[in-house]
């Protein structure tokens, strides 16, 4: 039997029971909420990570919809005690769900949503800064100072890598990697070699190359080159700088192993701001144990709180506690996203037809939109006709026959 778990709650008067089973920042995403009829109830207890016996007891007898977060397991159990509470409406505070069992979800008849949009800079930038973390040395060298140890200059101190020139490779080139690799090309003038299951019309249509290659070329500098690889070990044998930006899936869990990893440059620097499965880390420890040059930046973590034996003591890596999100404005935009999923679901609204443009639901001005910013299992539940959940243009939300509603045009 689970111990009874502490909570606030918020307009205890309103008609319908939504749960948030974390605290989340700002004070937007509750107000969206109470504002609409909700009894909103967050989860104090002191605890990082609920169990689902945890979960079960604040969903209890009746709740309509939960705000979950990406280090819960939700499958088959969670699903089948929201469905006999009379819940329908799910969502994650983050735009990646390995850790939902969509069909299970979808079996229940209960609506999955996810954050997109919101996190992609934000974590396009840690993957950044790792990046020049790792290649620059700049944690061992903070170390190296705050240990006293720095006797003054000396020519062999700390050497790194220069980026400029070098080659960066993307795995996994969707919004983030996309972004990620505008940053390295448009700020560090990289070459750019990426790898996707399909071409990132994302990456080639926006990504000004030509016209900045000109432009330093103009300069008397070296143009910039970019091109997408056949293969993904084309990316690990040419790029100095990696960064993992793919989904975590069965063909993408364990993508980074030993074989691999011994077909990069033994200078090279790889990041990782996707997910921890994505490397095989007991390989990567042994990898960095022999190559000391051989960098890493690691958002993520295989067996997340812990990391793999020997990790914690390799100088030549980065490692922080999955922070890639964590600038105020894209939490408060995830709470605030993850609220309208569940609330878009409970009144019957229609799905937004874009999810990665949801700027008219972060707007703290204005009333958000009737809909649904993003529902991963809207076609699954049957409700919405295929080519009209996403179609081309950013600006109109569906109703529940795929029917254009409105133009936003704000
Ligand atoms: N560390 C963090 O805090 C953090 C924050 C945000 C997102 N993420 C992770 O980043 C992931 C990507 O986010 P996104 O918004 O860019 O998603 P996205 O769906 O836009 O991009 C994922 C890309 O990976 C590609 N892909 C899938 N399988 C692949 C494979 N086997 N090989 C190569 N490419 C493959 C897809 O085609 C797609 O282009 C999320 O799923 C999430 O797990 C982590």
New binding site residues.
Partial sequence: MATPISIEVWNPSGKYRVISTKPMPGTRWIKLLTDQDCRVEICTEKKTILSVEDIIALIGTKCDGVIGQLTEDWGEVLFSALKKAGGTAFSNM???Y?NVDVDAATKYGIAVGNT?GV??ET?AELAASLSLSAARRIVEADQFMRAGLYEGWLPNLFVGNLLKGQTVGV???????SAYARMMVEGFKMNLIY????Q?TRLEKYLPIIAYGQFLKANGEQPVTWKRAAT?EDVLREADVISL?????K??YH?INKERLAIMKKEAVLVN???GPVINEVDLVEHLRVNPMFRVGL??FEDEPYMKPGLAEMKNAVVVP????ASKWTREGMATLAALNVLGKIKGYPVWANPNQVEPFLDENSVPPPASPSLVNAKKLGTFPDSLIRPPSADFICDIYGTNLALITN
């Fill in positions: 983050a735009v990646g390995n997109p996190l992609t974590t795995i996994g080139a969707g919004r983030i990697g790898y996707d299951l399909y990132s993904m930006h793919p989904i975590l899936d063909t993408t993508l701001c996707s997910r958002d993520v999955h922070i890639a999100s």
